[in-house]
């Protein structure tokens, strides 16, 4: 009897292990990045300021400073805080699902065409539409995921609908809280073009954000760091900041 009742008892137990792990299991790589972008757009709004560094081929290190503005999935302004050449310098991305990029000298604000939309911005290695506000969900569709060790492995193509310069994206996911700290490019041929990077995973406000990226263009040997130097969260910015206006102050 006592038996009966511990043979029981152990197919209780695992059968409650069968029926724990199975919706993990289960779990698609359109839920995975659903996740990721829960978690990319948790807060309602931040502010961060930048560091950025580019580095050439030769190893030649130039600094610049920005700040971002980002509200919700579909609003981001970026202005440049220094140095002096590139000081004032604005790109907008606004909720009318349009580019703008505002240009001191010129003292003009210009919408980026469709057509420039894969061009490089201010010398970096981020073309306009890496900058795009939008969540990954919307921009790509996952073809393919794999789960090893700590990370899943989402393969991604650009939607029928976008003019992206990219074949194929490969991006790795932490399971531990859904933050992607790779991202492969590939241009349309197959070839590997630029690699992101992410680390220094910390808390900003109650929420979770990578203080360290940065971006390698394969092809051009140059390299894009950005280090955050100081964010803050939901701090109610309103959305009649992110217009043309706002990129001329």
């Keep these: 009897m006592a038996t009966m009742r511990t043979g029981a008892l152990i197919q209780a137990v695992l059968a409650g292990l069968l029926l724990a792990a199975g919706p993990a299991s289960a779990q698609t790589g359109q839920e995975v990045l659903s996740k990721v972008d829960d978690n990319e757009y948790s807060a309602k709004d931040t502010i961060a300021v930048v560091k950025m560094e580019l580095v050439d081929r030769d190893g030649t290190v130039s600094a610049r400073k920005l700040q971002m503005y980002q509200k919700g ?6 202005k440049f805080l220094e140095p002096a050449e590139v000081k004032g310098m604005a790109f907008l991305d606004s909720s009318d699902d349009k580019m703008y990029l505002y240009l001191p000298a010129m003292h003009k604000v210009r919408r980026i065409a469709g057509h420039v939309k894969n061009d490089n ?55 531990a ?60 910015l309103k959305d009649r900041f992110f217009s043309k206006r706002q990129l001329k102050r």
């Design 121 to 175: 911005f201010a010398g970096t290695d981020f073309s306009f539409d890496d900058l795009s506000s939008k969540r990954f969900s919307d921009r790509v569709q996952v073809t393919k995921m794999t789960a090893q060790g700590d990370h899943y492995t989402l393969d991604l193509a650009p939607k029928p609908d976008s003019d992206s310069q990219y074949g194929r994206l490969v991006m790795s996911v932490r399971k």
């Design 177 to 236: 809280d859904f933050m992607f700290d790779k991202v492969e490019f590939y241009d349309k041929s197959g070839t590997k073009w630029k690699v992101m990077e992410r680390k220094d995973f910390r808390d900003a406000g109650k929420y979770k954000q990578s203080y360290w990226a940065q971006i390698v263009d394969l092809k051009k040997q140059h390299t894009t760091r950005n280090l955050v130097e100081k964010i803050e969260t939901d701090t109610g």
């Design 73 to 78: 999935t579909d609003k981001r302004l970026i």
